[in-house]
Nanobody, 125 residues
Framework: QVQLVESGGGLVQAGGSLRLSCGAS????????MGWFRQAPGKEREFVAS????????RYTDSVKGRFTISRDNAKGTLYLQMNSLKLEDTAVYYC??????????????????WGQGTQVTVSS
């Protein structure tokens, strides 16, 4: 059974930092694109960041550019999202995702085949 498990979420004050991690079990995604998405209450799930299998290409949604960094350690089978200068509007459930079909960056939710259960990130004023 393939599983993605996120960790690292929590409550942080505006301007603070958090580092999310996502571990995979059941198969390796070292040759696949991976990404982070988020979903705020009452809103649709939105793309946050994606990374290619070699880590050579990354892509971010405009609202997090310069503040968030996506990275991966294929040897450990782990995906990361470093979030700095957090804002109130970053509050959401964050999901990691893996694509079984693509190696380069992927932005659309429909292109991902595996999803984690989500981790809550709450930014307070």
């Amino acid at each position: 059974q393939v599983q993605l498990v996120e960790s690292g979420g929590g409550l942080v004050q505006a301007g603070g930092s958090l580092r999310l991690s996502c571990g995979a079990s059941g198969r390796t995604f070292s040759r696949n694109a991976m990404g982070w998405f988020r979903q705020a209450p009452g809103k649709e799930r939105e793309f946050v960041a994606s990374i290619s299998w070699t880590s050579g290409i990354t892509r971010y949604t405009d609202s997090v550019k310069g503040r968030f960094t996506i990275s991966r350690d294929n040897a450990k089978g782990t995906l990361y999202l470093q979030m700095n200068s957090l804002k109130l509007e970053d509050t959401a459930v964050y999901y990691c995702a893996a694509s079984s079909r693509f190696r380069e960056v992927v932005l659309a939710t429909t292109e991902y085949d595996y999803w984690g259960q989500g981790t809550q990130v709450t930014v307070s004023s």
